[in-house]
């Protein structure tokens, strides 16, 4: 069954970048609408963006447009989330998650990562 692995978070300066995976295994990630979701504790679950399954569609939150790139490699199974001139306020655990239908993203979803951790602080 499809899993979902997300790695590349960490700690990182206010203004720095980093580039987040989202790796599939099970199933072939081309199946699936692939979203980025982030949560800060005590907050509500955010949608930061959403890729469809060829990456010709994709959309972004206000509060991370202009900064923050979503992309795919459908032949690594893989969902990447580039992040750049990055806020505290971007400190959060980030999630992606696999839904069938683009207009299904964060909200039909059928399997989620594990999450990574980004902190963003000087």
């Known amino acids: 069954q499809l899993q979902l692995v997300e790695s590349g978070g960490g700690l990182v300066q206010p203004g720095g970048s980093l580039r987040l995976s989202c790796a599939a295994s099970?199933?072939?990630?081309?199946?699936?609408?692939i979203g980025w979701f982030r949560q800060a504790p005590g907050k509500e679950r955010e949608g930061i963006s959403c890729i469809s399954k060829r990456g010709g569609s994709a959309n972004y939150a206000d509060s991370v447009k202009g900064r923050f790139t979503i992309s795919r490699d459908n032949a690594k199974n893989t969902v990447y989330l580039q992040m750049n001139s990055l806020k505290p306020e971007d400190t959060a655990i980030y999630y992606c998650?696999?839904?069938?239908?683009?207009?299904?993203?964060?909200?039909?979803?059928?399997?989620w990562g594990q999450g990574t951790l980004v902190t963003v602080s000087s």
């Open positions: 998650a696999a839904s069938i239908l683009y207009s299904d993203c964060g909200r039909k979803v059928v399997r």
């Open positions: 099970g199933l072939a990630l081309d199946s699936y609408t």
